[in-house]
């Protein structure tokens, strides 16, 4: 029998005021070139398009960073470095060609994770939890800096990542399921809320209802987006590759790579529950706008701390560099 949850609202402990969450903030471990056929679709194969496509386009490899009263929590984890300095980092014969045809990457000595976390205020340390929104290179690099943490994604990603032409997929066992990792792998369950609909499953990750993580495969089996609840805010939903652009969601118009059907299917519940929640902030993986998006979505009052959180970390920063 299948056991039914209810989310309950993210609600204010007896200590805090604001509910759970106490900010939410975007930092980059560099950029990645990808062909415009990749992003905005096309109706070339594929492999065309990898070998031959000429136009690039730059994207962020954005990492979000919740602080939530229990800890720090991200929402994936960047690209690994090593892309960049380690010659042997993509698989030996055809599949490692077509990878360094389909992106070109730029990550600086400060673009790890662990920098750009100091760079943002906060240290590698505090991080409690990590949510993979799928397990792509992009995605999963920084997981050995956060060993200590709990690592979650959905079990189908996990099969995924098991089955036999993961490598294929950019989805590389060797760095993600890494002696000492403490993975988590959930299923999504039943759930009766109606502010939810039309998703029917889901998972509290943190058993308060201020983040959901809610199934939207399409780009890879297994993959999620996660819904954040703030009290007196936009809510935001964080859908990884889902798309690259919300105009493109909003357009209906699926990227070059994926499963289309799950991708339309996806898409359209994802803005089904916008229309549900008209404030509702839709933020890519790798959206340029992201940290644009967020400060428009800000309550006045967290605007204040994290401009003084800002300006703390870049002094910190500038003495700690000169
Ligand atoms: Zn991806
Ligand atoms: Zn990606």
Redesign the pocket.
């Known amino acids: 029998m299948s056991e039914h949850t209810t989310l309950s609202k993210p609600g204010n402990p007896p200590h805090e005021s604001g509910g759970p969450i106490k900010s939410v903030s975007v930092i980059s471990t560099g950029t990645g070139e990808g062909h415009r056929e990749h992003v905005y679709g096309s109706r070339k194969p594929a492999l065309w398009w990898i070998f031959f496509g000429r136009q690039w386009v730059s994207l962020p490899i954005n990492v979000y960073v919740i602080e939530h009263s229990d800890g720090l929590v991200l929402f994936d984890t960047g690209q690994d470095r090593a892309v960049v300095t380690d010659p042997d980092y993509w698989p030996a014969g055809l599949t490692g060609l077509i990878f360094r045809h389909l992106f070109k990457f730029h990550i600086g000595p400060d673009d790890t994770l662990t920098r750009q976390l100091e760079i943002a205020g906060y240290s590698v340390a505090d991080v409690r939890k990590a949510v993979f929104s799928?397990l792509?290179s992009?995605?999963i690099g920084g997981i050995r800096e956060i060993l200590h943490a709990d690592l979650v994604v959905s079990s189908e990603a996990w099969e995924h990542m098991l089955g036999p032409h993961s490598e294929r997929h950019a989805v590389f066992r060797r760095d993600i399921d890494l002696p000492g990792a403490k993975w988590q792998r959930i299923s999504f369950q039943p759930t009766d809320d109606p502010s939810i609909a039309p998703f029917t499953h889901a998972f509290d990750l943190m058993g308060d209802g201020s983040m959901v993580m809610l199934p939207t495969p399409g780009?890879?089996p297994g993959s999620l987006s996660m819904l954040v609840r703030r009290d007196g805010a936009p809510p935001l939903l964080l859908v990884g590759?889902l798309c690259y652009g919300l105009e493109l969601l909003e357009h209906c118009q699926l990227p070059g790579t994926g499963d289309k059907k799950e991708l339309r299917a996806s898409f359209a519940k994802v803005l089904a529950l916008k229309e549900r929640m008209p404030d509702l902030v839709i933020l890519p993986a790798h959206d340029p706008e992201a940290a644009e998006a967020l400060r428009g979505a800000l309550p006045r009052a967290w605007a204040q701390v994290q401009t003084d959180r800002g300006s703390i970390a870049r002094e910190n920063h500038e003495n700690s560099t000169r």
């Open positions: 799928h792509h992009d995605h780009h890879l590759d």
